[in-house]
């Protein structure tokens, strides 16, 4: 199912897979206007433990343009689009998430949609070459409020290394390694890196996901 919803700087996009009882809503990075491959092996590994998910286009990208909005702008589109989602579906468990800037806006509005936990592929955590530059305060977000975080991040990643992004996240198990740079190489790898994740998830829905 896809369709538009209305959001105060235009209409967003959702297409909505599986029909369980727990939700995964997903949002893409900062260009392109097709999903990447990694974010395409996530939803089908969750549509087969049974999970509903969500994809949603930012309105630049419904709009046509080729530039992402800045974060405040991509931020006021999510909310109201994952509210709509959670009053329609009324799933017993949200999980948030996204690759690079989707994962952003994931950690900077987790709370504010009532998510259970958030899920991050390739969080861009600097530019590349600006370690200073850093977001961490963004990922810290969640945690600070203590949801899990998942971390998948490229071995390689320009824009910080599992080892930059570990020393962000408490959690021992909170970032997995797998094979690429920011564009993610092995989406079966990523797929396997969220399984037992979203599994620990499924186990605090008082019904089956």
Known sequence: ??????????????????????LVVLGHGAGGSSWSKDVLAVRDRCQERGWTVALVDQPWRVAGRKVADRP??????????????????????????????GA???CRTATAVAADAVLCL?????????????RADELALPVAAGLP?????????????????RS???????VIEVPGTHSLSSPSA?????????????SSAPGRC
């Open 1 to 22: 199912m896809s369709d538009l919803v209305d959001t105060p700087v235009g209409p967003a996009r959702v297409t909505v897979s599986g029909a369980g009882a727990c």
């Open 104 to 106: 952003r806006v994931a």
């Open 149 to 165: 975080v998942r971390v998948v991040q490229g071995a390689r990643d320009p824009f910080g290394t599992p080892e930059e992004v």
């Open 72 to 101: 405040p702008v991509l931020d006021r589109a999510w909310v109201p689009v994952v509210d709509h989602l959670r009053t329609l579906l009324r799933p017993e468990v949200l999980v948030v998430g996204g690759r690079s800037a």
């Open 168 to 174: 962000v996240l408490p959690a021992a198990d909170g």
């Open 122 to 134: 390739s969080f861009p955590l600097h530019p590349p070459g600006r370690p200073a530059s850093s």
């Open 190 to 202: 990523v797929a396997d890196a969220i399984t037992a994740w979203i599994g620990d998830r499924e």
